[in-house]
């Protein structure tokens, strides 16, 4: 085969996971970042960053619906995959996912959502007429209380849903590391560190996105930018990407310095085939560069004007250089062999269910749910409601 | 309906539909006895395993066309459950062979050139080592994929999704996804001709008896004599995976 | 203490949570195949299917059944312990009876050459031949007896 270099095991030539089981967890990591930053107000009392808070939560939701759907056009029998739910193995990491995507989704994002839209709900009900009556009468579940007591209730089950929600959007997607970490036939992937990497690498492109989303829609809906909003943003994310990049690190200095039977092989992959992927992209321009970008306005004083320029574009390379971590992650650990004695190539294919043009689409639909989300439930309610 | 008769409703409702539940597993585990279509073979008077002597392998790939023929295997384009690599090893450097199985030895392989005379070079059989504490279990997130009460990993072919998880969670590289059905396959031991007594295809027509099959609950069985008079390893100890696949004369080189 | 008014919606929420489990445990029993779970996490069907696969080799035992003289011819050559089926291919059909057709006989060049043809990566002790220095023309079986090569 032209495109394998040295030996590979016969039924290792094509790659088993394609660039869908990459976005699946670029799309949840997107979500669990997300709902943390939203965590930050909730939880941790960090009101500054107020403004995002339902914008963040609103773009959970469009992603999280959105997450299935690369794992629906991967599988084989997607017919079959309700499975998951009548007959788990509970020693399969991956069996997890219904339960903990069901219960994110419920429990968590959308009882959350709910609580803290109600009151808007309730009077955007009130307020209309036919369909529209209808609809949010149903989304309030025929409930009409908003007095002071109702509202008390929503905001302290509320603020129990979030701490709750913290952990399982680290289950969410912790799991999902968890399923490469504990795969010990490839050592490019199996790392107690995994999980770990996983997570924090989720919070960086969560915070990147609402903190962009955040920008971007304030500037078609016409709206200042609240500026110490987003300085705070960008601070944390400067943080959690210093986390994000020294456990990166730690994992490449320890298999350097280890050099286990499979280093040489994985040593020779990454300069070769994943050079750009993994030198470039995700270390360079994906995490060396934000990072500094991000930490110029903490050094030194820096017009708001660039500061607002500065977080954009360390934005969109973090997005990017994200998405290239996924794309080493999982594209990387089947690029070589197990008898660590051959290459493969990634052919990926474009019209296909599995190819870059499902894919490209699967990334742009939450934004358009999310259109939509912001419709249905604005995240900055005009002054007229507010005095109903 | 007042709240007091409701809850009493609720839990008795929730009572009848607990035990139900139970007594109809229970009932099924009763009803199950020996399966119908073996009627002769009792599951758990067999462990089955294999064994591979690398130094009777001739590197023929009788086993490989077998296979493909008794399985119904693809056989395009390089879908296998059992191949055979050809190793070249320089004595002093065994940690970089050279490996080749040239459409996984479907049609024997072609002469060798060697350009260094000083190497040791043989032929490996490989196959699903049908692993005790097999991963591939371990991973697959419905049950699809299964350890047999007689020892073999078989594969439910009505269950499986096409994940792929337990592909990439085995070791030896033995799992595919069959185009045909998009599930997962592999080799079953012939599990449809050992239940009946036979061979599986690829012990059956081997010329130097490099492969045998070995029925490790069998006393009589002569695995054991050659387990205790060989010095046997099995692929990737370090994995723990319980394999079962015994092969004796395995060099040091072979992945 | 909020009022049990302040809490109603919230036990909306919980009722319509309480009626999906419900729903969920009831899809459950339904769906779930009755055999799942008797031996291990699996379908004890799939036993049954993996045993229900046909057969294409036959096995020794039923050839010699019908061609007793060849296996007798065998039985000291040194070729006893190669299978039938080694050398003519998978004849379940043809043992059953099912198959009328009488099966063809292998090429000889090709199918004796796959074992015998010498390489280094073959034991040394395994009989092998380098062609050229052999019979470089003419059929293996011009002057080995296939069910007893030896000369």
């Given at each position: 085969m032209g495109t394998v270099q040295g030996y590979m095991y016969p039924n290792e030539m094509e790659l088993q996971w394609s660039i869908l089981i990459v976005l699946y967890p670029f799309i949840t990591g997107l979500v669990a970042g997300a709902f943390i930053l939203a965590s930050l107000e909730r939880v941790f009392d960090v009101h500054v960053v107020k403004p995002t808070y339902r914008l963040a939560l609103l773009t959970a939701l469009a992603f999280l619906l959105v997450a299935p759907l690369p794992l629906q056009l991967h599988l084989g029998h997607p017919e079959r995959s309700f499975e998951m739910y009548l007959t788990p193995h509970t020693t399969s990491a991956m069996a997890m996912f219904g339960f903990v995507y069901l219960w994110y989704l419920m429990v968590v994002l959308v009882l959350e959502i709910w609580l803290d839209y109600r009151r808007d709900l309730v009077v955007t009900w009130k307020a209309s007429r036919g369909l529209k009556r209808a609809l949010y009468a149903v989304l309030t579940l025929g409930s009409d209380n908003i007095s002071e007591g109702a509202l008390n209730v929503d905001d302290r089950f509320g603020r129990f849903i979030t701490i709750v929600g913290i952990p399982s959007a680290f289950l969410l997607h912790g799991y999902v590391g968890f399923i490469f970490g504990s795969v010990k036939a490839n050592p490019w992937w199996s790392t107690p560190l995994m999980p770990i990497v996983f997570l924090f690498s989720a919070i960086v492109s969560g915070v990147a996105l609402v903190m962009l989303m955040y920008m971007a829609m304030s500037k078609l809906s016409k709206r200042p930018i609240d500026l110490p909003c987003v300085d705070t943003i960008g601070r944390y994310l400067m943080y959690a990407f210093i986390v994000d990049f020294s456990l990166e690190l730690v994992d490449l200095i320890h298999r350097i310095y280890e050099a286990d039977e499979s280093f040489k092989a994985l040593d020779f992959m990454v300069h070769t085939r994943l050079y750009m992927s993994?030198?470039?992209?995700?270390?360079?321009?994906?995490?060396l560069l934000p990072i500094a970008l991000l930490a110029v306005p903490q050094l030194l004083r820096i017009p708001p004007k660039w500061r607002l320029r500065i977080y954009v574009i360390a934005g969109c390379l973090t997005l990017v250089g994200i998405f290239a971590m996924r794309w080493n992650v999982v594209i990387g650990g089947q690029l070589f062999s197990k008898s660590f004695l051959g290459y493969t190539t990634y052919k990926m294919q474009f019209a296909t269910r599995e190819g870059l043009g499902a894919s490209v689409a699967l990334l742009l639909l939450p934004f358009g749910i999310l259109a939509a989300l912001v419709r249905l439930l604005p995240p900055w309610p005009d002054e007229s409601l507010k005095n109903a | 309906m007042n709240e007091s008769t409701r809850r009493e409703f609720l839990f008795q409702t929730g009572k009848l539909l607990v035990l139900s539940g139970a007594a109809s597993i229970a009932w099924d585990a009763v009803a199950a006895g020996a399966p119908a279509d073996a009627p002769n073979y009792t599951m758990t008077e067999h462990w089955w395993a294999m064994v591979i002597d690398v130094e009777k392998c001739i590197g023929c790939g009788n086993c490989v066309r077998a296979c493909k023929a008794e399985n119904?295997?693809?056989?395009?384009p390089y879908y296998f459950r059992t191949w055979v690599e050809r190793y070249v090893v320089d004595p002093e450097d065994i940690e970089h062979p050279i490996v080749d199985s040239p459409n996984g030895a479907y049609d024997g392989f072609p002469e060798l050139t060697l350009s260094n005379p000083n190497v040791k070079t043989f032929f490996v059989p490989k196959l699903c080592n049908h692993c005790a504490n097999s991963p591939c279990v371990q991973v697959c997130p419905v049950g699809a994929t299964f350890d047999s009460p007689d020892g073999v990993v078989l594969v439910d072919k009505e269950r499986?999704?096409?994940?792929?998880y337990c592909v990439q969670a085995c070791p030896y590289g033995c799992r595919y996804i069959d185009p045909r059905t998009n599930t997962v396959d592999k080799c079953t031991l012939c599990y449809h001709r050992i239940t009946k007594g036979l061979l599986p295809a690829c012990v059956e027509v081997c010329p130097t008896a490099a492969r045998q099959l070995g029925d490790?609950?069998?006393?009589?069985?002569p695995i054991h004599a050659f387990l205790r008079t060989h010095k046997v390893q099995v692929l990737?100890?370090?994995?723990?995976?319980?394999?079962?696949t015994y092969y004796n004369g395995l060099d040091g080189s072979v992945r | 203490m909020s009022s049990r008014q302040d809490r109603a919606h919230l036990v909306r929420v919980a009722a319509l949570f309480g009626g999906a489990l419900i729903l969920f445990f009831v899809a459950r029993a339904v769906l779930v195949p009755k055999d799942f779970g008797i031996y291990g996490h699996y379908r004890a069907g799939a036993l049954a299917d993996a045993r229900a696969r046909p057969i294409a080799y036959a096995g020794q035992a039923a050839c010699v059944e019908c061609h007793g003289d060849v296996g007798d011819l065998r039985k000291t050559s040194s070729h006893a312990h190669v299978a039938c089926e080694s050398c003519h291919g998978p004849l379940a059909t043809h043992a059953s009876g099912d198959d009328a057709t009488r099966p063809g006989r292998p090429n000889g060049r090709t199918t004796c050459m796959r074992c015998h043809l010498a390489s280094l990566s073959k034991p040394a002790k395994f009989p092998q031949i380098v062609l050229k220095d052999h019979?470089?023309?003419?059929?293996?079986?011009a002057c080995h007896q296939p069910h007893a090569p030896k000369l």
């Open positions: 993994q030198i470039v992209l995700q270390m360079l321009l994906g995490t | 119904n295997v693809p056989l395009e499986c999704l096409g994940c792929r490790l609950k069998n006393p009589n069985d990737k100890p370090q994995m723990a995976t319980g394999s079962k | 019979a470089d023309d003419g059929p293996c079986i």
